[in-house]
């Protein structure tokens, strides 16, 4: 089995990693070796662990590296399966939807929110460029039928023939572009206007005024929409990089850290985990997308949080967890992830927002704790947050059996430190007897890691 070298640095003892491998040391370098040989070659598609795969940046038309100018022909890019990404983003592409581009119209509101700026900025300027130009060519046709730009009825000539004018000061189609920026807009210069001569003239500056306000009004309503939506307050909402699996009152946990980086404070917060894994009922089925809901909580407050400062969110890996069963090896090579949520409302605008990662397998520290980043001020007299220490963990000891090990472990010691009734006798001599001596080192290898 090939180990990456990152993935080893995961583990405490440098031993270890005959024990992952199942060798000696010179065979676990030696495996070390020809997984950096076969890594700097490029091999095409290369599993590594769980969702880890290594894809050959050839130049090919299927390649990563095309179009892409931070590769070179030959090198290797790290592609991790996973649903979330760390910013939030869902990593699914839609693909055979049928009517898409009817259905997204009929809801262009939230088509256009949902836009990049640079399309919603685009699209801002020419509602207001396009309307400009159709309103000037109608206030062109309208003048032109009504023969306002003959000769003797131009401006500088009404004067002396006497002509009444649709509109005044309007002498080609660049003057009925200006009326119409000013109509549409009520600038109102002053110089030119509409007369009583023509209604068409009347009815379109009535229509125009009220198209610019609708207009107006709409385009006002998106750029908002876009600037005060969930997804921009999320961004100052943290996650840290790693989560860690240590130990809290003798019981395995699965913690991982969320921050607030503002002042204003995220009211009625609330933080949710799901699991995703591949799972096979009893009928056979195979669903590889699989989500399990993990009890979390903060201390004792549960899921709901008062959220000041940062908070180390916390797993407790019991009976009930579905990685009861997985210790630091599986941990590494088994595939799934741990997708987090943060809801609340924003106190400053009283809008709901979400925020989300997650962790993959390679992401999870086993035998780490986070470091304190709240430590109270006697100069300010206030706690203050250090969050250059965000994402700081501390190697301690930790069992690498898992958790339903170590509860056979506390069963087998307490077992050793009560006074032996009849039951209990009969229970040890059972429960010994069965024990091989690989399984009896182990047993004790693990009773003498602190606990």
């Not at 000696?24 to 662990?49: L, N, V």
């Not at 003057?175 to 068409?200: A, D, K, M, N, W």
Request: aromatic residues 12%; hydrophobic residues 35%.
């Amino acid at each position: 089995m090939q180990v990456p070298l990152s993935d080893v640095q995961v583990l405490q003892d440098p031993t270890d990693a005959e024990t992952l491998v199942g060798g000696d040391k010179d065979e676990t370098f030696a495996h070390m070796k020809e997984w950096k040989r076969q890594y700097m070659r490029g091999i095409s598609h290369t599993p590594s662990q769980a969702g880890v795969y290594y894809e050959a940046l050839k130049g090919s038309s299927h390649s990563l590296a095309k179009g892409s100018r931070n590769f070179r022909p030959g090198s290797m890019r790290r592609v991790r399966r996973r649903a979330v990404f760390k910013n939030g983003d869902c990593n699914v592409v839609q693909k055979h939807l049928q009517r898409r581009r009817v259905r997204f119209l009929q809801d262009m509101y939230t088509t256009m929110v949902d836009w990049q700026w640079r399309w919603t900025l685009l699209a801002f300027a020419l509602s207001f460029i396009l309307s400009w130009l159709f309103f000037a060519l109608i206030w062109w046709l309208i003048i032109y039928t009504h023969g306002d730009l003959e000769e003797p009825h131009l401006p500088e000539n009404q004067e002396e023939s006497g002509w009444a004018p649709c509109v005044s000061a309007i002498d080609g189609f660049t003057s009925c572009f200006l009326f119409s920026i000013e109509t549409q807009h009520t600038i109102g210069y002053g110089v030119r206007t509409t007369s009583p001569e023509c209604p068409e003239a009347i009815f379109m500056m009535c229509f125009q005024s009220i198209y610019g306000v609708m207009s107006s009004a709409f385009m006002a309503g998106i750029v908002f929409a876009k600037m005060t939506r969930a997804k921009q307050r999320a961004q100052t909402l943290l996650f840290s990089k790693h989560a860690v699996i240590c130990q809290r009152d003798g019981t395995l946990s699965l913690m991982f850290r969320v921050g607030d980086m503002r002042k204003s404070h995220i009211i009625g917060a609330g933080v949710r985990a799901q699991l995703i894994r591949t799972k096979s009922t009893k009928e056979g089925e195979v669903m590889t997308q699989y989500f399990t809901e993990l009890e979390i909580g903060t201390d004792d407050s549960g899921s709901d949080l008062f959220f000041i400062w940062p908070m180390v969110i916390e797993h407790k890996i019991d009976e009930n967890s579905p990685l009861y069963n997985l210790n630091a090896t599986d941990m590494l090579q088994d595939k799934f992830e741990i997708v987090v949520i943060l809801e609340g409302t924003v106190e400053s605008t009283g809008q709901s927002t979400q925020a989300r990662s997650s962790y993959i397998n390679t992401e999870i520290l086993w035998g780490h704790r986070f470091d304190p980043v709240v430590l109270y001020n006697k100069d300010l007299q206030a706690y203050e947050i250090d969050y250059g220490r965000f994402n700081e963990t501390t190697q301690v000891d930790t069992p690498l059996c898992s958790a339903r090990e170590l509860n056979e472990i506390y069963k087998i010691q307490e077992g050793f430190r009560t006074p032996a009734s009849p039951s209990t006798q009969s229970r040890c001599s059972c429960s010994s007897g069965y024990q091989t001596p690989g399984r009896q080192s182990r047993l004790r290898w693990q009773l003498s890691v602190p606990l």
